[in-house]
């Protein structure tokens, strides 16, 4: 670390530590938490916190006062962002006037804007959460962060507090060449160790740019890169890993409860955040566990928001959970995305994603890529291409097999595929609901 960074990093802990050192002992404690070998004894650390939770919510909110004689936290129903928005004011703990509360609302990227409150121990504990899993990738407090994303007016930092974080804000709408010859010359200028965070459409879009123009290795002193909101595909991951010389990995969070599982350098599976979660991984149609290497909904129970209690919330993405054998701890074997954006092949079955995030490098010569299920059989892809597009009838043939050969399939060329309000580009669009 430079002496600049050194300042930083001595400026948060000296800060913490007026503080009464909260952020430094949930640290600690997160710490701990992956220490653990067993899931029965991880079990047992989780239950003070869990008890806090579900007692103190059946005592003080209206929608769970029924559940006054839980005998496990299964006795409490599965809940989504719907019924959350619905039954808000049953549901929460905290009002938006008490000092101890923070508003946090979501874009509403997927059509559903979304509010909740979060007490500031929920948000001292998403800081450790932060530093913690920043750590795990190779970052360390007081580096620079570049920050990829699309920076609307609500999330964008103000000049002074993003150079008091070292943070850069790369805006994922501007990544056209022009920005991103100037981005790569700055980079490799800049001498300072930094981490790397951003969508992994961006990261894409950037391994695109430096293959077209046939880059070698980059000298920008990159330590960490973390994929955050979208799946990050294989071919991504190796292409950052070759370009910018750092290990890369994806993060699962959201903007509701924040950091709940996140890969290691040599894992491809997702360490689970159980120091702040418990997590379930349940049937698409019942509220029960999925089977063994099924994909099932992903269901978290936050334990330190307070405020509005986010019981067995059911986040609206999918997953395979390992299986727990010889009390070994549970992992995210994959996270597949928005239920709501999942394809269904013609006999019924959900189609896997990373298959269609292949096609992006089966095919470099399209830019943009979206698949869009119409009815049971009827579908729709979006090409948009700079170049006479010559494999059309492979496209359709590799997609037919993975979706299904009695599929009826169109293909559409457009000059852009827009995003959604976040940045975002869906891959995959289902207009059909079986």
Same mark, same amino acid.
């Given at each position: ?5 050194? !300042?930083? +990093? ?8 007026? %503080? *009464?050192?909260? !952020? ?5 404690? !997160? ?27 059946? #005592? ?31 549901? +929460? ?17 997927? *059509? ?93 879009? !950037? ?13 920008? #002193? ?34 509701? +409860? ?60 999918? *997953? ?10 549970? %992992? ?53 291409? #700079? ?13 037919? #097999? ?33």
């Amino acid at each position: 670390m430079n002496l600049l960074e050194q !300042i930083r +990093n001595y400026a948060f802990w000296t800060l913490d530590f007026f %503080k *009464g050192s909260p !952020i430094k002992k949930d640290l600690k404690e !997160i710490e701990d938490y992956h220490k653990i070998e067993s899931y029965s004894t991880l079990i047992n650390k989780q239950k003070p916190q869990l008890n806090k939770l579900l007692n103190l919510t059946v #005592n003080n909110t209206n929608y769970y006062k029924k559940y006054k004689n839980y005998n496990s936290l299964l006795d409490f129903p599965v809940v989504t962002k719907r019924d959350i928005k619905d039954n808000f004011l049953d549901i +929460n703990i905290c009002n938006r006037e008490d000092a101890n509360v923070n508003k946090v609302k979501t874009s509403g990227s997927t *059509g559903s804007p979304f509010e909740i409150y979060q007490t500031k121990r929920k948000k001292i504990r998403n800081t450790a959460d932060t530093l913690f899993y920043a750590k795990l990738s190779g970052f360390t407090l007081g580096q620079k962060l570049l920050y990829l994303r699309l920076w609307a007016a609500y999330y964008k930092k103000p000049k002074l507090t993003a150079w008091l974080q070292n943070s850069t804000q790369l805006d994922v709408s501007d990544l056209n060449d022009e920005y991103l010859r100037k981005l790569i010359i700055s980079l490799e200028n800049d001498k300072s160790n930094k981490g790397w965070l951003g969508y992994a459409s961006g990261f894409e879009t !950037i391994c695109k740019y430096l293959d077209k123009n046939n880059y070698a290795p980059l000298n920008c #002193n990159i330590t960490s890169i973390i994929a955050i909101s979208e799946r990050l595909g294989n071919d991504v991951k190796e292409k950052m890993e070759y370009y910018f010389k750092s290990p890369t990995v994806s993060r699962y969070s959201n903007v509701e +409860n924040g950091i709940i599982a996140q890969q290691t350098e040599d894992d491809s599976f997702f360490t689970i955040n159980w120091a702040s979660y418990i997590l379930e991984v349940l049937d698409l149609e019942k509220d029960e566990p999925a089977k063994t290497n099924q994909v099932g909904r992903i269901v978290i129970t936050d334990l330190y928001n307070l405020a509005t209690p986010m019981i067995r919330y059911d986040t609206g993405d999918l *997953g395979i959970i390992s299986v727990n054998d010889n009390d070994e701890i549970p %992992k995210l074997k994959s996270i597949q995305g928005r239920r709501m954006d999942a394809l269904y092949k013609t006999n019924g079955e959900i189609l896997n994603p990373f298959t269609m995030h292949a096609y992006v490098y089966d095919f470099p010569e399209i830019e943009q890529l979206q698949f869009i299920q119409l009815d049971k059989y009827q579908f729709k892809i979006k090409i948009n291409t #700079n170049v006479k597009f010559t494999k059309e009838k492979l496209l359709i043939s590799k997609f037919k #097999n993975d979706i299904g050969l009695d599929a009826e399939i169109t293909v559409a060329y457009v000059k852009e595929i827009p995003s959604l309000k976040s940045g975002k580009r869906k891959i995959s669009v289902n207009l059909y609901k079986p």
